[in-house]
């Protein structure tokens, strides 16, 4: 029975005197270099600088489905998505040349530009 305040105290004690030792780079915000190794930034880096740097991250969806059904369905269309995407880009590519191409020519030339296209 005794051994238990005595255990508490000591605990107390320990976990109060750990705080209290200064270990370098606490309290400092972490930043990585290109070298990948962990440089701390304290407030006098900033000595010259009126405010503190701030750091924008992007944006983050966040997507709560209300049945296993509709999890089924979104994972199924952004399949089907990234597997068209590439051919839309080309697309998108080809009708702005063949834009581009009209405006710039004759309609018989254009005709046959886009006959060519057409074959390819």
């Given at each position: 029975?005794?051994?238990?305040?005595?255990?508490?105290?000591?605990f107390?004690?320990?976990?109060?005197?750990?705080?209290?030792?200064?270990?370098?780079?606490?309290?400092?915000?972490?930043?990585?270099?290109?070298?990948?190794?962990?440089?701390?930034?304290?407030?006098?880096?900033?000595?010259?600088?009126?405010s503190?740097?701030?750091?924008?991250?992007?944006?983050?969806n966040v997507?709560?489905?209300?049945?296993?059904?509709e999890w089924?369905?979104y994972?199924?269309?952004?399949s089907?998505?990234?597997?068209?995407m590439?051919?839309?880009?080309?697309a998108?590519?080809?009708?702005?040349?063949?834009?581009?191409?009209?405006e710039?020519?004759n309609?018989?030339?254009?005709?046959?530009y886009?006959?060519d296209?057409e074959?390819?």
């Open positions: 029975m005794r051994t238990l305040p005595v255990f508490l105290l000591l107390c004690s320990l976990s109060a005197f750990s705080q209290l030792k200064q270990r370098p780079g606490v309290g400092l915000a972490p930043t990585a270099t290109a070298d990948t190794t962990l440089r701390y930034i304290s407030s006098a880096d900033f000595k010259d600088i009126d503190t740097p701030t750091v924008n991250l992007r944006e983050v997507i709560a489905f209300k049945n296993q059904e089924m369905m994972y199924k269309y952004k089907r998505i990234q597997k068209v590439p051919y839309v880009k080309i998108n590519q080809l009708y702005a040349e063949l834009k581009t191409e009209k710039n020519d309609k018989r030339g254009y005709r046959h886009r006959k296209v074959k390819e």
